[in-house]
């Protein structure tokens, strides 16, 4: 459904608005690569990508939530771009003739038209898409377009819905053929290891040392290696990278739109299973500082990956509808998103950690990221992340509700909203859905209608068993994907409550994490927050542990939960998290810092426990931390491991 149908309301809303009052509000006056210099804006400053990230999200976000400073500052953006068009199609900075900003660019156009109607982008599209079918036989995809050229089809696709332009379908054709074949990867992923395994550190520096990619197949003599041998080694960095990886999870949805193949379900499904075996983290995503690297806990999870993904799993939903992709959506969405921004926006970092327990300048065991990339900043480490993270919550918020047919309205994810839809004509249908999950259990929808319809209610895999009360009649449902509703005209009230139980869940042979729901819980830290530069509220800060963090759990627990009656409105405020779980644990001597971080979880056994005191710790939700343990050492009350 097009942008502006579905209106976040509860926190989903003071989440958006704080996003607003933040750095997505204010980042143009602050910092100068989206600032009145801009090349996407006329001037003579950044003129690649980092435009086309910030409208990206901040055409979105100034939409939903109707704020008219946001939408004026997007329709600066847009009418500069629409108004840049050459007479043969092309747009955006002469400076830079790259196809892959553009691609982003145009899909903070297929937003502002959602949104506006605005009559001027389907000619400018078409224009574009004319341009680009004659021009790519000259001018092939390469480099970062070569590695997302997905990314093109989905404007295209979006255009060809409005318009049925045969030539679109043919275009979206021939960039797949110039593109990364990511399906054929994930059907048979090759990097099981760390990506040093793949491509070595030396590669790196080579990169860096002879002005990039294109000056080393010019002349790969300069470092010894053949033309042919570089390919590869560009193959292997573009399919390591964790931001393409994070994009390319839509590409088998997008193989399936022009083909409708059925085995392109299963082709995401295999690499969604591979990279959470290989590179998988306890907050949903994988590692990726930049590359993959691997399971452990000292590894990093890029900001840019994260949002990425989401947009991912919101596709592969959307095109195959397996509530598996949105249980993963919810996973990242209320973990790994909140916990790497700093609440009220003001600050965000490039690496997040499961284990995170201090946030400093320092070396670490990053594969080629920079020493501050887990600081709260305004730019740590590279600014890609300070442009892109603003999708997340508005596409997020967009897509809680989708439509399967004219009269079947289908709930992806669980958060307060409201579901405004009309039909051609006088009809129309009001859904309000009010619930504070992932921190409540239930969900309660009231639905006014001017037609029959159906409602398709995903049941997340959490859940035990699910209750839906439909206008008093209560129905059961066990290992069910949706609960499908048959409601009449006029108004109608459906109440679901979940039955969510503490998990520990095993993620090495020798640790293991506890989830609740969607909700990660991670032990609180407290934590204090040192400004290192820069002016508020967007400054840079490192964090500092105040209290002890080298715990075991004890298995099997007691595991009390506590709720916080009152409702919050920002409830990834760390200070007085909503819910929080008390647990048996004890201290683990000689688990330390080891560069900068916590060492990897040590194995523990009944001799650990002789001379170490049990005590009661709180685990709070992974979103509302900056520093954690999460992935935690276990021991069974037996003193043995699980497989004893």
């Known amino acids: ?117 605005d009559s001027r982008v389907l000619s400018f599209m078409i224009r574009y898409f004319e341009y680009q079918s004659k021009e790519l036989k000259y001018r092939p995809l390469e480099h970062w377009a070569w590695a997302r050229g997905f990314e093109n089809l989905i404007p295209i696709f979006w255009l060809y819905e409005r318009t049925n332009k045969p030539f679109l379908l043919k275009l ?28 070595p550190k ?48 839509k590409e088998p949805a997008l193989r399936y739109a022009l083909s409708h193949d059925e085995r392109f379900h299963s082709v995401a499904l295999k690499g969604l299973e591979s990279l959470t075996k290989h590179h998988g983290q306890p907050n949903g995503m994988f590692s990726g500082d930049e590359h993959l690297n691997g399971r452990k806990t000292t590894q990093g999870t890029e900001l840019c990956a994260v949002v990425e993904f989401m947009y991912s799993l919101e596709n592969l939903f959307k095109v195959f509808g397996d509530p598996l992709f949105a ?19 003001y ?14 300048v320092q070396e670490r065991n990053w594969y080629n990221n920079k020493e501050d990339s887990n600081i709260f900043g305004l730019e740590p480490n590279f600014g890609c992340c300070t442009a892109n993270m603003h999708q997340g919550w508005p596409k997020f918020a967009k897509s809680l509700w989708m439509k399967s047919s004219e009269d079947c309205f289908v709930k992806m994810a669980y958060a307060p909203c409201v579901l405004e839809y009309k039909w051609n004509g006088s009809e129309s249908v009001q859904i309000v859905e009010e619930t504070n999950y992932p921190f409540d259990d239930a969900v309660e929808f009231f639905v006014t209608t001017d037609r029959e319809i159906r409602l398709m209610l995903r049941i997340p895999s959490w859940s035990r068993s699910t209750t839906v009360v439909f206008n008093d009649e209560r129905r059961e449902y066990d290992n069910t994907q949706f609960a499908v509703l048959h409601l009449p005209k006029g108004k109608s009230r459906v109440k679901v409550m979940f039955h969510f139980e503490i998990q520990t869940i095993p993620w090495s042979d020798h640790t293991a994490f506890v989830q609740r729901g969607p909700l990660v819980f991670s032990l609180k830290i407290e934590e204090e927050w040192r400004k290192i530069k820069g002016n508020e509220p967007f400054a840079d800060y490192e964090v500092y542990p105040k209290s002890d963090w080298n715990y075991a759990l004890i298995l099997p627990n007691e595991f009390n939960l ?26 683990v001597e000689g688990w330390t810092l080891l560069n900068g971080s916590a060492a990897e979880p040590p194995r523990v056994d009944k001799n650990t426990l002789k001379n170490a005191k049990i005590e009661e710790i709180d685990l709070v939700p992974y979103g509302c931390t900056a520093l954690r343990i999460t992935e935690f050492p276990i021991l069974f009350s037996n003193g043995g491991s699980k497989d004893e």
């Open 1 to 117: 459904m097009d942008l502006g149908y579905v209106k976040p309301t509860g926190w989903l809303k003071k989440q958006l608005e704080l996003q607003a009052e933040g750095l997505t509000g204010h980042l143009d006056e602050i910092w100068p690569d989206v600032g009145p210099n801009s090349a996407w804006l006329g001037g003579n400053g950044e003129d690649w990508e980092r435009g086309p990230y910030y409208c990206d999200g901040l055409v979105p976000l100034a939409y939903i939530l109707s704020e008219k400073g946001l939408i004026s500052k997007a329709e600066k953006w847009m009418n500069s771009v629409l108004s840049s068009q050459t007479v043969e199609g092309f747009f955006g900075p002469k400076s830079n003739v790259d196809w892959w900003p553009r691609m982003v660019m145009l899909k903070a156009l297929t937003s502002y038209y959602e949104a506006t109607k």
């Open 347 to 360: 600050a965000h970092q490039y690496d997040q950690q499961v284990n995170q327990v201090l946030c400093n």
């Open 562 to 587: 506590e709720r916080n009656v009152a409702k919050h409105s920002t409830p990834f405020e760390g200070k007085e998290p909503l819910m929080k779980i008390k647990v048996k644990a004890f201290r």
């Open 172 to 199: 979206a054709k021939e960039i797949l053929k110039q593109t990364i074949d990511w399906s054929s990867l994930f059907q048979n992923f090759p990097y099981v290891e760390p990506t040093e395994r793949y491509l």
């Open 327 to 345: 249980d993963r959506l919810e996973v990242v969405a209320y973990n790994a998103l909140p916990a790497t921004i700093r609440p009220g926006f």
């Open 202 to 249: 030396e590669f790196m520096k080579m990169l860096g040392t002879y002005n990039g990619w294109k000056e080393l197949l010019r002349d790969p003599a300069k470092v010894g290696l053949t033309k042919e041998e570089i390919e590869k080694l560009f193959f292997i960095y573009h399919t390591t990278h964790v931001v393409n990886v994070a994009m390319a999870f």
